[in-house]
């Protein structure tokens, strides 16, 4: 039997997910931890996202033999560059999860390939595909510990993770340009000497 991914239209194998019986809880539980790896709380990590450029990140993905997590962000935003410090702490609550990072601009292709229709979007892989895009209402590491050991069967190392100093290292908001305020700006004053000229020289 299989059943059916309805957020991205595609069938997932039994062997992917574990369905659980609860009310409250998600239908589907994917598949993270490696036979190998033992059901209770893995061991904690130093915690640690590979930052990796787009032209890598196809290759990055299909070596992933079970799950990892995939941001896409941008320097330029307040709302990734918030986000980041808390990804970072992440790491170290699943280090058994891939974390990995990708910096993209407005005009990525992997906007379109992978459905970042913003930044910051944060999605969870499973061998190689696109399952789950997390909602962009889990902001900080608490509610991404909460919602990461409900949809997978991973255990996280520690009940809870406090952000510190190092999650911050090389976080930095940039300053952006906003290209259509400046366009609109420039062609309106333009605009206002075109027509102030022409006003002037009509009076005399």
Not at 36 to 65: F, I, R
Not at 119 to 143: D, G
Not at 145 to 154: E, G, P, Q, R, V
């Amino acid at each position: 039997s299989s059943g059916i991914n309805a957020e991205y239209g595609e069938t997932e194998k039994d062997g992917h997910f574990v369905v659980r019986k609860s009310s409250d809880a998600p239908d589907k539980v994917f598949r993270c931890r490696s036979a190998e790896e033992a059901p209770g709380p893995t061991a904690a990590g130093p915690g640690v996202v590979s930052h990796v450029g787009e032209s890598e990140l196809s290759a990055h993905l299909n070596k992933t033999t079970s799950c990892a997590l995939l941001l896409f962000y941008t320097p330029y935003c307040r709302y990734s560059m918030e986000l980041m410090p808390h990804y970072n702490a992440l790491s170290r609550l699943f280090p058994s999860l891939q974390h990995i990072a990708v910096h993209i601009n407005s005009y990525s292709s992997s906007s379109v390939q992978y459905g970042a229709v913003g930044t910051p979007t944060l999605l969870l892989f499973h061998e190689s595909k696109v399952v789950k895009k997390i909602p962009h209402t889990y902001r900080n590491v608490t509610e991404l510990h909460a919602y990461i050991s409900n949809i997978t069967d991973l255990k996280a190392a520690a009940v809870e993770v406090a952000v510190t100093e190092v999650d911050h290292a090389n976080v930095e908001l940039l300053p952006s340009l906003d290209y259509p305020l400046i366009f609109s700006v420039t062609f309106l004053s333009l605009s206002l000497v075109y027509h102030t000229s022409g006003y002037i020289s009509n009076l005399f």
